[in-house]
């Protein structure tokens, strides 16, 4: 939603061009977090979108399927961000736990996208 904020209001963007990281929705990891915890679930439970990708490839992604300027978004390097805490390079989790006790797992990054289109037409 910041992204598509920010777009639309025409600002450019730094994203870092050099991280993997797999993108979930917070409804998911929530609705996840509540079954998990109904069931008496225990032990550690990834909880992430099926889709791992660049945030560069994940700022495209939003940009079309909101139909935003890709052009706002500025690939940069981690180091030059200077963010105050430091970004693994490769994130990213499995959840082949989290599937096999709730038969299910979070969606892929452009599905849950293209679900939330309806947002930014209000």
């Known amino acids: 939603m910041q992204m598509i904020s920010l777009w639309s209001d025409g600002k450019e963007t730094k994203i870092p061009a050099d991280q993997y990281a797999n993108p979930v929705w917070a409804r998911e990891l929530a609705k996840a977090t509540l079954e ?67 038969g299910w797992a979070p969606a892929g990054a452009v599905e849950v996208l293209e679900s939330l289109k309806w947002l930014h037409q209000r």
């Open 36 to 102: 998990l915890l109904e069931r008496g679930a225990r032990g550690i439970y990834n909880v992430a979108g099926a889709t791992q990708m660049k945030r560069t490839d994940f700022a495209a992604a939003i940009a079309r399927v909101f139909g935003l300027k890709a052009a706002l978004i500025v690939p940069v390097a981690t180091k030059d961000l200077a963010q105050l805490a430091k970004r693994p390079l490769k994130g990213g989790l499995k959840c082949g736990k989290l599937e096999k006790e709730l």
